[in-house]
């Protein structure tokens, strides 16, 4: 009987010390000023690599205009369209290789052969020259972009699970705080400065600010001591779960039309209401609405996934029902600014629910392989929507590339339905 109960208290004592020990490690996972620190050290990456990337709008227009002038626009457009599937296709290698290494291998190639390298070449671009501008910005800056943008991402997930897309939010919120002031700095710095110079200024605050972060991130590598070759840096058994590939598929159609507005609001504007002087706003206008959709915390609360597919439905409806049925500047304004607290919890939520799904010894491949998929569509979306534009002077003309995008995101969001019911068919709990 002594015995017994001896052996009992040993055992709850055992428990006990267990929970102990694992509210501590969560604690740490969770919390603690080196945690935070990282986060930090992720928005500085995603504002200086993803903010960038989303001013190509600016880019596009000065190109067209200016430096390119003799290039079609749809030629131009190729230029972000290689970048953001480069961005997505190696996300597998590079969310890999932040698993095995750590933060600082990714950021290192992002910092060294990255977006600052790339605005400085660019700046020694010869206007006309559209080879020089597409091997240095959409090749060498979306290999760059890869390397600093997913590993930031993934190294956030590495330390945060309750609270994780409150972390991820924040940090998808430096690209959209990024789409928002560079671009404002790009007009400002090129009345000043000019062209070359604009870009060299640019290039030393983003060779800046990727130093700090590197100087402020950790992460928790969890492949030292496990052999490494490459198969095991792609990683595609995670299609195997019916719910990861669901998604993915639900991701395919989504990029098929979720950032067309992005590239085309300006131009449909100009066409539309000749002489206004809104248009060159829009892109900070989105980029800013991205933000107030990224918090996370509601996601957090209610499920992210319930979240998630009716904010992609409501993002497909105001294709139709606004931007292309309403013809009025005040309202393609309203427009803008709904499209882009849509897409901020698109990007915010999409990354956490694969990482929820996910073991956290893999969260880079399956993160990375999932973007890897879904880069394929980047390469075909924007040409598709060019080619379904019948006439650049005129809002009619725009009338086919709305229909395409709206139907697409509407397809998107059946399928991301269908995941939250393959989770649990009761809609009202928490996923």
């Known amino acids: 009987m002594s015995e017994k109960f001896h052996n009992s208290v040993e055992h709850r004592a055992s428990d006990s010390t267990t929970d102990s020990e694992t509210c501590i490690i969560k604690e740490e996972r969770e919390g603690g000023v080196a945690t935070w620190m990282t986060v930090v050290g992720s928005i500085l990456v995603y504002y200086c690599s993803m903010g960038v990337l989303n001013s190509f709008g600016f880019f596009h227009n000065y190109?067209?205009?200016?430096?390119?002038?003799?290039?079609?626009?749809?030629?131009?457009?190729?230029?972000?369209?290689?970048?953001?599937?480069?961005?997505?296709?190696?996300?597998?290698?590079?969310?890999?290789?932040?698993?095995?290494?750590?933060?600082?291998?990714?950021?290192?190639?992002?910092?060294?052969?990255?977006?600052?390298?790339?605005?400085?070449?660019?700046?020694?671009?010869?206007?006309?020259?559209?080879?020089?501008?597409f091997l240095v910005q959409g090749l060498l800056m979306g290999f760059a972009a890869a390397f600093g943008a997913q590993p930031a991402l993934t190294v956030v997930g590495q330390h945060f699970q309750q609270q994780r897309e409150v972390a991820m939010g924040f940090v998808t919120a430096g690209s959209a705080l990024g789409g928002i002031k560079f671009p404002l700095i790009f007009e400002r710095l090129l009345s000043i400065l000019g062209f070359q110079w604009m870009l060299r200024v640019a290039a030393l605050k983003v060779a800046v600010?990727?130093?700090?972060?590197?100087?402020?991130?950790?992460?928790?590598?969890i492949g030292k001591n496990q052999p490494r070759n490459c198969g095991s840096l792609i990683e595609?058994?995670?299609?195997?779960?019916?719910?990861?590939?669901?998604?993915?598929?639900?991701?395919f159609f989504a990029q098929l039309g979720q950032w067309i507005p992005l590239y085309y609001i300006k131009m449909y504007t100009n066409a539309a209401y000749p002489g206004n002087n809104v248009s060159e706003y829009f892109l900070s206008m989105m980029n800013g609405c991205r933000i107030l959709g990224a918090g996370g915390l509601l996601g957090d609360r209610i499920g992210r996934l319930n979240l998630l597919w009716p904010m992609v439905m409501f993002t497909g409806c105001i294709y139709i029902f606004i931007w292309q049925l309403i013809n009025s500047l005040a309202v393609t304004v309203l427009f803008a600014?709904?499209?882009?607290?849509?897409?901020?919890?698109?990007?915010?939520?999409l990354p956490s629910i694969v990482e929820q799904i996910t073991p956290d010894e893999n969260l880079g491949t399956?993160?990375?392989?999932?973007?890897?998929?879904?880069?394929?569509?980047?390469?075909?979306?924007?040409?598709?929507?060019?080619?379904?534009?019948?006439?650049?002077?005129?809002?009619?003309?725009?009338?086919?590339?709305?229909?395409?995008?709206c139907t697409t995101i509407t397809i998107a969001s059946l399928f991301m339905l269908g995941s939250r019911l393959l989770h649990d068919k009761n809609l009202r709990k928490k996923w």
């Open 63 to 133: 190109y067209s205009h200016d430096f390119l002038k003799n290039t079609p626009t749809s030629v131009i457009a190729f230029i972000r369209t290689l970048q953001i599937a480069l961005t997505n296709s190696l996300a597998a290698v590079s969310g890999a290789l932040c698993d095995y290494y750590g933060i600082r291998f990714g950021l290192r190639i992002g910092a060294g052969s990255g977006t600052a390298v790339g605005l400085l070449a660019m700046s020694f671009a010869q206007a006309g020259r559209f080879w020089q501008v």
């Open 209 to 221: 600010l990727y130093s700090i972060s590197l100087a402020i991130s950790t992460s928790k590598p």
């Open 236 to 251: 595609f058994r995670g299609f195997l779960d019916l719910r990861y590939a669901v998604l993915c598929i639900r991701g």
């Open 337 to 349: 600014c709904l499209y882009g607290f849509g897409t901020g919890n698109f990007t915010a939520l």
């Open 366 to 405: 399956r993160v990375g392989a999932f973007y890897s998929v879904v880069a394929v569509v980047r390469l075909v979306g924007t040409p598709i929507g060019s080619a379904l534009i019948t006439s650049d002077d005129t809002k009619e003309g725009y009338w086919w590339l709305i229909v395409f995008s």
